[in-house]
């Protein structure tokens, strides 16, 4: 289970270090962002459902993670760029652990079912909202693409049979399965969140 | 009181859904930003407070709201745009609630008179700021027109009577109504917080 | 003590305030830059450790310091651009006295010697990450100046000395020594921090 979430948390801080490599911040820039993009949502979650000191400030090994995600980024980021179509394939499993551990996180801190599905879902995509506000530009999760959709999917399903007394397993098995698939296919298939219609006034 | 504070938390989603419109965001993010921008400010406070998990998270009618508003906005966008001059209006209103509402939320958690003050214009103010900056703007309410004051204002007189005792219908109805009618008249006669003079070395 | 604290806090909120100025905000958002800046440091380590509410809420002086410190720069600005060489040292100092005392604080509260480092360099950085998200540009401290290491290291110097029962005095000294001195001759031979070596793929 801890190896899975580190895992989670090696992909997400690979793709902070990679966009802050490609705006060329120094090799601190690039720590920071490969931090905050892989424990960002975790602390936000943490920070809302009051289960302070986050788990990451605990554990010296939710630290290290980032710290070897982004140096190792640094230093062969030619070689990670050119990886970045399996980075996409690692990042959709990191999403799908986020959202069911965290939204069950929430859960287990004594949040209702909708809290807590949308708190898994923050989990998921809350370190590359921190990552896009800290480098600079508008989140990447508005721009059209599928991703908060399956993340939010994936966490109500895990609530919902959580609700139900199912089996850790299953709980975890199917949140996480359909939040994979449904990202997996968007991404093949280029699938995207309806935009606004119509010119906008202003 | 809590069919006002949706009402304030309606207002304040449809202007960050507005805003998301127009930046071209897709339907997600109009939706993020609607919540963002709605529940913020009580955010904000709340984990400054140590009042976590806020009380958003702990009642679904307050993320009812924001998605209500989120998807209105999306869909009927040109008329809701349309209509701004009425949004500025209520969001006067949802101004005037919140910093008195946050205000005597901070003082209930111990905070003295001052910081709670300050507090009360966090929750005004704060949902606003998270629009923006999630949005890649500076922070409107820096621009010069006449937000934050009100919102202080507004605080410090609820502060002040609750200080000393008065009734809450007198303490919530100064407050507020201050803030109010200083912010129509702000708007109406176009005032400005003053601007740095001169020109700025570099 | 609380003189050092109050003053790192005023020049800190100095360099915001100068910041806001420099982008024509209001004397509202001056204040607030000054604010965030000043405090915002201190006010991510105590949400991050559960030291909520943050000292600056519950003590006006706290409060006080940055109102000061941006209503002189609003007027004087001016002034206080030419003086900038001065702010840079006095911000230096700055640095030195909250990456100690943020770290120490994390021990009190519990945290183990690596994330009370981190949360000592959060503490002495994260005001002016703020500052640069509020004002809509990527944060200064990963262009390339070396601010954060010095940081990290006084911190961690007071951390290892503090795990060795060394007296305060020496603890304090050595980790704010070590980080001011580091942080001077970085200024004064422009060291920087290494960038990403050849071209980022996309």
Known sequence: MVVLDLLGIFVFATSGALV????HFDVF????LAGTTGLG????RDVLIDATPPAALADWRYLLVPVTAGLL???FHPVVGRLEPIVTVF???GLSLFCVTGALKAVEYGLGPIPAALMGMVTGIGGGMVRDVLSGRPPDVFSGNLYATPALAGAAIAVGLDHLDQPFALVAGAGAGFCLVLRLVAVVLDLRAPLPRGPSSV
């Open 20 to 23: 802050a490599v490609r705006r």
């Open 41 to 44: 949502g975790g602390f936000l």
């Open 73 to 75: 980024t640094f230093v």
């Open 29 to 32: 820039g690039v720590l920071v």
């Open 91 to 93: 990042d959709a499993f």
